[in-house]
């Protein structure tokens, strides 16, 4: 499979393109959010640097504060590369804390790998984790993805923070945390494997401000 992309159509968060081309042209708004999205889509693009990780999906889950960890060493990697760029380092490790958090809770064994994967764009950090799902957890997946393309981003993170705060769960919580308060573009790529599970990659990209 090739990753599709995950975009809310009933989002009420506009569009930043300052970081992308003809962002400036305010003729045509569509052919740039189409552009953003073809480029996160994009298997094969120049980077500057690359940075794999890999961590036993168990650990993370036995040792709870190891995301945030793992998460405030990535951020803290990049945020001393950026002299000349704004490059919010608290965002960074939010945004990979609440990814690796998704992939250990939904991961098929308790041995299984997550693994993360940035790639310095020069103008975005492109960020992937990847880790193992079982069939019934893919479905899970696209069933909250469906709910998320066909409703509204503002109300269902009210109600998902409701539900938190209710003590009834707070499923999918982080998917709309990074859609909602980081406005990012997401892409998602199921890949089948030997075990008939599915290894699950989320991609987005972090923009990088250019400094004044």
Partial sequence: MSFVSLTSVKSTIPDQTNNFPHANDHTNEKPILIERTNFLLEQKVFFHSHLSISVSSSDMTFYWKRCDVLSNFISQFY????????????????????????????????????YIEIKDLGSDLRLEVKNRVTPWMKAIF??????????????????ALESRNNGSGSEGMGLLILLKDYQLKLAYEFTKTE???????????IPVETGT
């Fill in 79 to 114: 945020f001393h590369s950026y002299e000349s760029k704004r490059l919010d380092k608290n965002a960074i490790s939010t945004i990979i804390n609440e990814l690796v958090e998704n992939a250990a809770k939904y991961s098929d064994k308790e041995n299984s790998k997550i």
């Fill in 142 to 159: 696209e069933n909250k993805i469906q709910t998320i393309q066909q409703g509204n981003i503002n109300q269902l993170y009210f109600d």
């Fill in 195 to 205: 075990e008939l599970d599915f290894d699950l990659t989320i991609r987005v990209h």
